[in-house]
């Protein structure tokens, strides 16, 4: 199995910055790629940012680019999403996922999943 721990949310203010973080642990993968989705209240869940275990291709929804930044450790396989000057609207539970199609902007494509943790930026 893989499990997959979300951290690093919480509550700030436009303009400001957080860092996720996301630990994968269990089950190990010569190649994979994992990725940062979000879903606000009422509203559908969207792609966010996406990366190889390599760091070889990084993908980025229009709404984050020049904002977020996705790397990762593979001594620890684990991930993060840098993101600066949050706004209101990046306010979403966002969600960690491993998956096996590089590049992939679909959720259909990560089999693995992990909590969520709560972003919310207040204006």
């Known amino acids: 199995q893989v499990q997959l721990v979300e951290s690093g949310g919480g509550l700030v203010q436009a303009g400001d910055s957080l860092r996720l973080s996301c630990a994968a642990s269990g089950r190990t993968f010569s190649n994979y790629a994992m990725a940062w989705f979000r879903q606000a209240p009422g509203k559908e869940r969207e792609f966010v940012a996406a990366?190889?275990?390599?760091?070889?291709?990084?993908n980025y929804a229009d709404s984050v680019k020049g904002r977020f930044t996705i790397s990762g450790d593979n001594a620890k396989n684990t991930v993060y999403l840098q993101m600066n000057s949050l706004k209101p609207e990046d306010t979403a539970v966002y969600y960690c996922a491993l998956g096996f199609y590089t590049g992939s902007t679909r959720d259909y494509d990560y089999p693995y999943w992990g909590q969520g943790t709560q972003v919310t930026v207040s204006s």
């Open positions: 990366t190889t275990r390599s760091g070889s291709s990084t």
